[in-house]
């Protein structure tokens, strides 16, 4: 083949007819996709206004597009936005309408520094039914959802790794006695930290009472009193014991080292310093 058709190659300029025809059709669908919009609330909102649909008190809510955040529900990335009472995505299927009157708790996961992403769980009050997670929420976008939902009033909980929530519910169901304020505070990182703080500092204020101290005081002044009732004692039957003055065991000591003498002396010499140290002892 010699000459290849190249036409796609071609770069287009920015004043392409057909770029610019394609763009007017997508604003022309989009301007009657919103108008058929419209017209469906004005028939609907004419028929909730009957009295017989008074008691439903059914309402039209608007999504608040500012606290939108962009996550995966399905298989694709798309724009979730929540409204007065619910969490809703209705761009790309599968479409996302959750109640936030039926939420029990939320999960933030894998909320760990240094993360660009985490993922958020919707835990219902039927714990028959399945959660609904969003995945892949970038973490510029936390501090905004947690503000949302304490302006919603519910109750949030941080975990670093991703939960078996099947396990976890079948456990729930399976504890019926558990109390429901607490029934979620495994979730709470910092419940064992403040358990054992606490424990911290019971101890740290811990006062001895007046009779503790009392106690305390009567032992220490026992103990010393027996120290010194020893130390008398030992001196005491020091003294009786010895009977002897200095002078006495001095005296005793020249007459024991006269007859034994220098290892130079003979026998008969020894003896005669014995003789001499008895007639000495007898004298005196």
């Known amino acids: ?29 989009r301007r009657e996709m919103n108008r058929q919009f419209e ?20 309402q039209f809510e608007s999504p608040l597009q500012k606290l939108g955040f962009n996550g995966v529900h399905g298989r694709t990335s798309c724009f979730i936005a929540p409204s007065p009472s619910c969490l809703v995505q209705l761009i790309e299927t599968p479409f996302l309408v959750t109640s936030l ?4 708790i939320v999960c933030l996961e894998r909320v760990v520094l240094g993360q660009k992403s985490f993922d958020m769980v919707f835990v219902f009050q039927d714990y028959t039914k399945d ?8 973490m510029t976008d936390l ?8 302006d919603c009033g519910l109750k949030y909980y941080k975990s670093k790794l ?4 099947r396990k976890v519910l079948k456990t729930m169901m399976n504890d019926p006695e558990s109390e429901t ?10 419940a064992s930290d403040s358990d054992s703080g606490s424990s911290e500092t019971e101890d740290d204020q811990y006062e001895p009472s007046d009779m503790e101290t009392g106690s305390e005081s009567d032992n220490e002044g026992s103990d010393s009193e027996s120290v010194v009732n020893s130390g ?3 001196g005491g039957s020091d003294e009786d014991d010895g009977g002897e003055s200095w002078d006495e065991m001095e005296r005793k000591a020249r007459d024991a080292n006269a007859e034994i003498g220098s290892e130079s002396d003979s026998e008969d010499e020894r003896q005669q310093r014995r003789v001499k140290a008895k007639a000495k002892s007898r004298s005196s």
């Open 1 to 29: 083949m010699d000459a290849v058709d190249s036409i796609g190659l071609k770069r287009r300029s920015a004043w392409d007819p057909d770029e610019i025809e394609e763009e007017q059709r997508e604003r022309a669908r």
């Open 39 to 58: 017209l469906f609330v004005r028939r609907v909102d004419s028929i909730w206004s009957k009295p017989r649909f008074n008691q439903l008190a059914l």
């Open 101 to 104: 009157r039926e939420v029990d």
């Open 131 to 138: 959660v609904v997670r969003i995945e892949v929420i970038p």
């Open 143 to 150: 501090d905004k959802i947690k503000d949302w939902l304490n």
């Open 162 to 165: 991703n939960l078996n929530w």
């Open 181 to 190: 304020n607490n029934r979620w505070e495994f979730l709470n990182p910092d």
């Open 232 to 234: 008398d004692d030992d």
